[in-house]
């Protein structure tokens, strides 16, 4: 008499873990909840508040339509500051990539204490914003900056003439871009570093042997063939730094005289700071369209990439 084996019914459960219909939305929730509470809940407030005359003192909601957006067009603050927002946005992009992808060709050479080298790269974002914020005030400081120092012990600049790097709109301007770029040159050299090791050896090979110089093969099949990596860096980064206000507010607060705020400080400080919501959610959302069209281009200029 042979036995047979009855398989155990498995748990309903079971059945529906592996329904793909399921599954899927199922894994997808977390990051829609994300991006509904701390994206669309916010942009869709800030267009609430934006044609109103709301705040914090008077916070009974009006209609005033346009009229927030046409008073933040007609200052003068406002047309400085949405300059600044695209000097400090490029010249850090420009800034960091550069020097990220020189940083990355250097590491990418064997040589002693490598691993530590790029260990420290790692360092500006390890290191809290706030607190390398404190040593970039010391080093811009009028009286003990070491980069004047530096410069007079040059001769490139007057002992009797120091520049003053956060006390000139200028220089302040440049003093809060380069404290972002090196913010951003951690990140420029791990996509360049990522982009090099992707590159096939057997096509750099085949160049040098055809005789290809060390710029030929950079610029004609390296920088073509890591393109896309390039691209996408570059999205991450203008996302980041057109909508920072942390450099620029712990460095200068806007000043001097308003002339280094970016749209998010000055957001922050009309919003926030004083207390007149529907101007600040008027002008945080003129961050919105200049993204968009950055954002669409790069993405096209990806996709021609790709084909």
């Not at 084996?5 to 929730?29: Q, Y």
């Not at 992707?198 to 290809?212: E, M, N």
Request: aromatic residues 14%.
């Amino acid at each position: 008499m042979t036995a047979i084996a009855i398989e155990a019914p498995r748990p309903k459960s079971r059945f529906l873990l592996d329904r793909p219909e399921l599954v899927g939305p199922l894994f997808i929730a977390p990051a829609i909840l994300y991006i509904f509470v701390l994206v669309a809940l916010p942009f869709f407030l800030a267009l609430y508040y934006s044609i109103s005359a709301f705040t914090i003192f008077d916070p009974n909601y009006q209609f005033v339509g346009l009229n927030n957006f046409i008073d933040v067009i007609d200052s003068n603050i406002f047309r400085r500051t949405l300059i600044n927002t695209f000097i400090f946005t490029i010249g850090a992009q420009i800034i960091g990539l550069l020097l990220g992808k020189f940083a990355a060709m250097l590491l990418m050479q064997e040589f002693p204490g490598r691993g530590i080298a790029r260990a420290l790269v790692v360092l500006p974002w390890a290191v809290p914003v706030s607190l390398a914020t404190l040593a970039w005030l010391w080093m811009f400081d009028s009286l003990y900056s070491v980069i004047n120092w530096t410069f007079v012990a040059l001769g490139l600049m007057d002992p009797a003439h120091r520049w003053q790097w956060l006390g000139q709109q200028d220089l302040a301007m440049i003093a809060v871009t380069v404290v972002h770029a090196w913010r951003l040159f951690p990140f420029g050299v791990v996509i360049f570093i990522a982009g090099f090791t992707s590159v096939p050896k057997d096509i750099l090979d085949a160049a040098t042997v055809d005789g290809a110089g060390f710029w030929r093969r950079n610029y004609q099949i390296i920088l073509p063939i890591i393109a896309p990596i390039i691209v996408i860096a570059l999205i991450f980064g203008t996302v980041f730094t057109f909508t920072d206000l942390s450099v620029v507010y712990l460095l200068t607060k806007g000043g001097p005289i308003n002339g280094t705020h970016v749209l998010g400080s000055l957001a922050f400080q009309v919003g926030i700071l004083s207390g007149d919501v529907a101007h600040g959610a008027a002008i945080c959302l003129f961050l919105f369209p200049f993204l968009l069209v950055a954002v669409v281009f790069l993405l096209r200029v990806l996709r021609r990439r790709e084909i």
